[in-house]
């Protein structure tokens, strides 16, 4: 059983366009992230969600909303989407108050065109 | 905010060799961890090694151990006995005590035949 998974893993898709990525974990944990990866590999934090509740909101356009509907759910909606969304995201989670490590799902590449 | 610094955009090592990645980060905070992410071709976020800040011994996981200089900031990665499978991008990463995790720039490694 995959811990952290998103669907799509593969998405393409029209400048414009509204697309949502889901990502669902199975570990039981209460804290969820989504990180962007850009095309030089460098990872930048999104979101980040305690039990459906927003705690990190990065400087992120408001054409991305991450809704939360249980604890093991955070999918990601993106509107109007233009060709600089085109990156890798990932979702992660971990659980609340552990000082450990996150855990990634597999990414889901959007490629806008 | 915290910054983390890998300087060696891409590095390259002998099969059985050793490889040493650097990884210098900035923080004001006095309890964090610190991690190394490995993300091979099949872009996988996948975790090497954790280091807690207060522990001053470096942690081994078999051939991947850390030196780790909490004053100097620098959390270095030595790959010993290096094999193919090693290839991959490695990312530093920092955990504040809000548990957001901020990855560095990323290494490219490629260990060759």
């Known amino acids: 059983d995959t811990a952290v998974s998103q669907t799509p893993k593969y998405l393409v898709t029209q400048m414009g366009n509204d697309k949502s990525i889901k990502c669902e974990q199975n570990l039981g944990h209460d804290t969820m992230y989504w990180y962007k990866q850009d095309s030089k590999k460098f990872l930048k934090i999104m979101f980040s969600?305690?039990?459906?509740?927003?705690?990190i909101n990065e400087t992120v356009p408001n054409r991305f909303s991450p809704k939360s509907p249980d604890k093991a759910h955070l999918n990601l909606h993106i509107n109007s989407l233009e060709l600089g969304d085109s990156a890798v995201y990932f979702c992660?989670?971990?659980?609340?108050?552990?000082?450990?490590?996150?855990?990634f799902g597999e990414g889901s590449r959007l490629t806008v065109l | 905010a915290q910054t983390v610094t890998q300087s060696q955009p891409e590095m390259s090592v002998q099969e059985a060799e050793t490889v040493t990645l650097s990884c210098t980060y900035d923080?004001?905070?006095?309890?964090?961890?610190l991690f190394w992410y490995k993300q091979p071709p099949s872009r996988q976020m996948i975790l090497v090694i954790r280091?807690?800040?207060?522990?001053?011994q470096n942690a081994t996981e078999n051939r991947f151990s850390v030196n780790f200089q909490k004053a100097a900031k620098s959390f270095s990665l030595k790959i010993s006995d290096s094999q193919l499978g090693d290839t991959a991008m490695y990312f530093c990463a920092f955990m504040n005590a809000g548990n957001m995790l901020t990855f560095g720039g990323g290494t490219r490694l490629m260990v060759k035949p």
């Open positions: 992660a989670s971990r659980p609340l108050g552990y000082t450990g490590e996150l855990f």
């Open positions: 280091q807690e800040a207060y522990k001053q």
């Open positions: 923080t004001s905070e006095s309890n964090y961890y």
């Open positions: 969600y305690n039990n459906k509740e927003l705690i």
